[in-house]
Nanobody
């Protein structure tokens, strides 16, 4: 059974940094693209970043480009989200997700992902 477990969230001041991790099990991790999404109170879940199965291709939401970096370690079955220059509007629950189909392409639509972690809270506040 596929399991995704996020960690690394917390409270940080504006301008600070956090590194989220997502440990995967129950799948051949290196054959699936992975994504990070977030959901703020009263808002819909939105795409943050995605990475191809090899790590060679990435994509980001415009709102986080230049501040966030997605990466993966296939030997550790883990995907990361390094978040720098955090802003109050980055406050949300962050989820990692596994792409539904094992192909080269990375996708941004939540409907293209079929397994989700439980989420980790990120709060940016002074």
């Amino acid at each position: 059974q596929v399991q995704l477990v996020e960690s690394g969230g917390g409270l940080v001041q504006p301008g600070g940094s956090l590194r989220l991790s997502c440990a995967a099990s129950g799948l051949t991790f290196s054959t699936y693209a992975m994504g990070w999404f977030r959901q703020a109170p009263g808002k819909e879940r939105e795409f943050v970043a995605a990475i191809s199965w090899s790590g060679g291709s990435t994509d980001y939401a415009d709102s986080v480009k230049g501040r966030f970096t997605i990466s993966r370690d296939n030997a550790k079955n883990t995907v990361y989200l390094q978040m720098n220059s955090l802003k109050p509007e980055d406050t949300a629950v962050y989820y990692c997700a596994k792409k539904r189909i094992s192909t080269k392409l990375i996708v941004t639509a939540a409907s293209e992902y079929n397994y989700w972690g439980q989420g980790t809270q990120v709060t940016v506040s002074s």
